[in-house]
């Protein structure tokens, strides 16, 4: 079993930055491929990123690319996303997700462990 636990979220003005973290707890994440996924009111669970266990590859939604950076500290068993640029409709609760498929990618059917999530509310 892998607990997953995010912080870092808060309310910023558009055009700032948040890093999010994402600390696990109960087994190591290094086997694990890990990722971001995001949930704003009345809409479904969207992708936001993922890396693979080593950290050398990672994958991005088109609409946080260039903005967003998701990184991984095997040795802290944590997983950020630092967010830039931000915009009001990046406003969603932010959970962190693990599994050990390493080709999980994008789809968030395919994360067995999830955390609880953060709230990151972008004003305008």
């Known amino acids: 079993q892998v607990q997953l636990v995010e912080s870092g979220g808060g309310l910023v003005q558009a055009g700032g930055s948040l890093r999010l973290s994402c600390a696990a707890s109960g087994r190591t994440i290094s086997a694990y491929t890990m990722a971001w996924f995001r949930q704003a009111p009345g809409k479904e669970r969207e992708f936001v990123a993922t890396i693979i266990r080593s950290g050398g590859s990672t994958r991005y939604a088109d609409s946080v690319k260039g903005r967003f950076t998701i990184s991984r500290d095997n040795a802290k068993n944590t997983v950020y996303l630092q967010m830039n640029s931000l915009k009001p409709e990046d406003t969603a609760v932010y959970h962190c997700?693990?599994?050990?498929?390493?080709?999980?990618?994008?789809?968030?059917?395919?994360?067995?462990?999830w955390g609880q999530g953060t709230q990151v509310t972008v004003s305008s």
């Open positions: 997700a693990a599994d050990l498929n390493y080709w999980a990618g994008a789809t968030a059917a395919s994360y067995r462990y």
